[in-house]
């Protein structure tokens, strides 16, 4: 579904420039859950970013579907993270003074959906991460695994094709980490292409394909598992 060709990227940093990828080119399969690793400063993040149309390339090119998102137009990116990329974040950013099932409807009221269409997704978003009973809680009122289970409904709301989740089990513990490694692992049953960064090597033993970061640079690469072939 996507994939980097000689990608680098570099950040000015004051009189310095960071070298965040160093001719970075990998493929991120379609239907699969692969798993992005490598220590703090490898490029991880800065890899999904480019993938999630939130970035563009210093030079290279990221291809999905035969689009090269680093051509496309500010307005473009835009519909493209609105239309295709769900993402969910370590820290969960949800609006404190929101209940939860204003959360996930809120990115669709953003767009300009109906206030019933969107409360009709926004249930059914929650439905499918077993929160349903949970809706009219605020985050505060939320364990840090169900506030992460509202981060990734609100990230399923808008169906998207390409699920992008950065260390999604990092503040967690490890029961509650299992259960949402669970979740992202059911959405690739439902047809979509899960990319997560992580610290954890649990996930990239349950991910289908592993690309693992260094100094910006791919250390190493393991192809998808055949369906129905055990990690």
């Known amino acids: 579904m996507i994939a980097f060709h000689d990608v680098r990227k570099t950040y000015p940093m004051g009189e310095t420039r960071v070298e965040a990828l160093r001719g970075v080119s990998a493929d991120i399969p379609r239907e699969r859950m692969t798993a992005v690793m490598g220590p703090s400063g490898s490029g991880k993040s800065t890899m999904l970013h480019l993938a999630g149309c939130l970035d563009t390339p210093t030079s290279g090119r990221v ?27 370590q820290k969960f950013n949800l609006v404190p003074n929101l209940t939860a099932l204003r959360n996930v409807e809120l990115p669709l009221l953003l767009r300009g959906e109906s206030a019933t269409s969107s409360r009709k997704k926004a249930l059914d978003a929650l439905d499918v991460v077993e929160l349903g009973d949970r809706s009219r809680h605020r985050p505060t009122k939320l364990s840090g695994g169900e506030q992460q289970r509202v981060a990734i409904a609100r990230a399923l709301v808008n169906a998207p094709k390409l699920v992008l989740a950065d260390e999604p089990t990092g503040n967690l513990d490890t029961e509650t980490g299992t259960r949402i490694l669970r979740l992202l692992r059911g959405l690739v049953e439902t ?12 996930i990239a033993h349950e991910a ?18 055949a369906d129905g072939e055990q990690a």
């Open 63 to 89: 291809i999905c579907d035969g689009q090269d998102l680093g051509s496309l137009s500010s307005r473009r990116r835009a519909e493209f993270r609105a239309t295709t990329v769900g993402f969910v974040f």
């Open 208 to 225: 289908d394909a592993l690309i693992a970061l260094r100094d910006g640079r791919v250390e190493s690469l393991s192809a998808p598992r």
């Open 191 to 202: 047809g979509k292409t899960v990319v997560v960064v992580t610290h954890n090597p649990e």
